[in-house]
C-alpha cells in the first residue's frame, strides 16, 4: 500500500465507549487506525470482534495493549509507530478517550475518600497525558501538516456530582490544555478541540456512583427524548476532521442532543 496516501488515527482508549465508536467510524472513511488500550486478557476476545470490524472496511489496524500513561510504554509505542508508519507516514488525527480515573467521594462517614494521590492519578491519565502524548508525536515529527486532536470532557466540568471531584478536575484540565495547545501548536497546523458529550452508556459512565440517577436526570432534560450514544459522539469527531472543518480549534463543542440546555 501507498503511505503517502494513507490517513492515519491514533486513538487512545479505543477499544470501547466512544473511542470505539471513534475507530469504527473513522475506518469507515479509509482511516488507518492506531489503537492504544489497557486490557484484561478475558476482555481481548471480545475487543477482537470490533477490531476485525474495523479492519473489514479495508483498512490497517494496530493495537497495542498497553498503560497509555504510562511514559516508558508511551516512548516504545512511539517507536513503534515510526516504524509501522515508515518515513513518509504520517498522523492526521489524534483521539484522547482515557477513562482512568478516582471516583471516590470528598467527604464520606462510611467510604474511603479521595487522597492526593487520588488527584495525581486521575489528573494525569485524563488529562496530563493528552499533552505527553502530544509533545511525543510533535517531537517525533509524526504529525502531517493539518493535525486534528480531540478529547472527550463531560457536564462534571461544570456541575458537582458526588465521587467525581478527581474526574471533574480533570476534565477542566483538559479543556484548558486543549486552548493551550490550539493556541501554541498553531504554526504546526494543529487543531484542537474538546467534545463534550451527553450522558452516554459506556463502561465509564457505569463506574460513576449515582449513574442511574444521573440517567434519569438527562433523560428527563433532553428535548431529543433519549441518551447520547457513541454514535453520536463519533459523528461529531468525524465532522470535526473533515477539510471544512479546519478554521475550528481551541473550543467545547456540545454533543447531547440539548440535554444541557435546561
Known amino acids: 500500500m501507498n503511505k503517502k496516501h494513507q490517513k492515519w488515527a491514533l486513538i487512545l482508549g479505543g477499544s470501547s465507549g466512544l473511542g470505539l465508536a471513534t475507530a469504527k467510524k473513522l475506518s469507515q472513511s479509509g482511516y488507518d487506525i492506531l489503537i492504544v488500550h489497557r486490557d484484561r486478557k478475558s476482555d481481548l476476545e471480545d475487543i477482537e470482534t470490533h477490531f476485525e470490524e474495523i479492519t473489514s472496511n479495508g483498512v490497517q489496524l494496530q493495537s497495542f495493549n498497553v498503560d497509555a500513561t504510562n511514559p516508558e510504554k508511551r516512548t516504545e509505542v512511539v ?30 462517614e462510611t467510604a474511603e475518600t479521595l487522597n492526593h494521590q487520588d488527584f495525581q492519578i486521575t489528573l494525569n491519565a485524563m488529562a496530563l497525558s493528552l499533552y505527553d502524548w502530544t509533545r511525543a508525536l510533535v517531537d517525533s515529527h509524526l504529525f502531517s501538516k493539518d493535525v486534528r486532536i480531540i478529547s472527550f470532557t463531560s457536564e462534571g466540568n461544570a456541575k458537582a456530582w458526588p465521587g467525581y471531584a478527581a474526574v471533574s478536575a480533570a476534565k477542566t484540565t483538559l479543556e484548558a490544555l486543549t486552548r493551550s495547545i490550539a493556541l501554541e501548536f498553531a504554526p504546526m497546523g494543529i487543531k484542537a478541540n474538546c467534545i463534550q458529550a451527553g450522558a452516554t452508556e459506556t463502561k465509564a459512565f457505569l463506574m ?31 465532522l470535526l476532521c473533515q477539510e471544512e472543518a479546519k478554521w475550528i480549534t481551541g473550543t467545547v463543542i456540545k454533543v447531547d442532543g440539548g440535554e444541557s440546555l435546561r
Open 208 to 238: 460513576i456512583p449515582g449513574h442511574e440517577a444521573l440517567k434519569k436526570s438527562a433523560l428527563r432534560r433532553n428535548p431529543s427524548g433519549r441518551l447520547t450514544t457513541p454514535e453520536d459522539v463519533a459523528n461529531a469527531v468525524f
Open 79 to 108: 517507536e513503534e509507530i515510526k516504524e509501522l508508519l515508515g518515513a513518509s507516514g504520517k498522523i492526521k488525527v489524534l483521539v484522547h478517550s482515557i477513562a482512568k480515573g478516582s471516583l471516590k467521594p470528598m467527604h464520606s
